[in-house]
T-cell receptor, first 112, second 113 residues
């Protein structure tokens, strides 16, 4: 199971674009990269998932370079309500012996 | 939208009591999961189930058991609650093809006194 490394915390201001990078140097060929968002006292919420290059949805974009050893979650024009913890997970979607490692995540604080 | 519900938002139990935490999902998902979340330790997987009556141990199964008699329902059982099981318990579900796209319930904050 690929280990991930993220910054512990980040600060931003409303209206800015925020990029959170996750390192996963030993990612395996069949591994996908998944990001979650968690607000205080709530369960995590699935944001986006990708395998390579770029994935975009209504919430965020995910950039994955060719070597796939890292990935960047991009949040366009953040607002105060984007203050949350963001988790990066890496794993094989088809693996029978599923294990989850959420890690500590990145605590994003958006200021007015 | 996927909906995952948990039987209680807050629960207070005494040491030694048997505790049942219930989780129900309405999306016909094959996979269901139980986590606990503690400050500084993140989310840790207790058990997961990939089919009715099937279960797999996660990272911290000691002191817990699970039951899945119906596809939509996954129960976490604390046979004899202890104070170190005071925590936030989160249930999640996903379809069989992607165990990493999980949908979480609101959580149950359990306090064992």
């Amino acid at each position: 199971l690929a280990k991930t490394t993220q910054p512990i915390s980040m600060d931003s201001y409303e209206g800015q674009e925020v990029n959170i990078t996750c390192s996963h140097n030993n990612i395996a060929t069949n591994d996908y990269i998944t990001w979650y968002q968690q607000f205080p006292s709530q369960g995590p919420r699935f944001i986006i998932q990708g395998y390579k290059t770029k994935v975009t949805n209504e919430v965020a974009s995910l950039f994955i370079p060719a070597d796939r050893k890292s990935s960047t979650l991009s949040l366009p024009r953040v607002s105060l309500s984007d203050t949350a913890v963001y988790y990066c997970l890496v794993g094989d979607r088809g693996t029978g012996g599923f294990k989850t490692i959420f890690g500590a995540g990145t605590r994003l604080f958006v200021k007015a | 939208d996927v909906k995952v519900t948990q039987s209680s938002r807050y629960l207070v139990k005494r040491t030694g009591e048997k505790v049942f935490l219930e989780c129900v999902q309405d999306m016909d998902h094959e996979n269901m999961f139980w986590y606990r979340q503690d400050p500084g330790l993140g989310l840790r997987l207790i058990y997961f189930s990939y089919d009715v009556k099937m279960k797999e141990k996660g990272d911290i199964p000691e002191g817990y058991s699970v039951s899945r008699e119906k596809k939509e329902r996954f129960s976490l059982i604390l046979e004899s609650a202890s104070t170190n099981q005071t925590s936030m318990y989160l249930c999640a579900s996903s379809w069989a093809g992607d165990p990493y796209e999980q949908y979480f319930g609101p959580g149950t904050r359990l306090t064992v006194t």
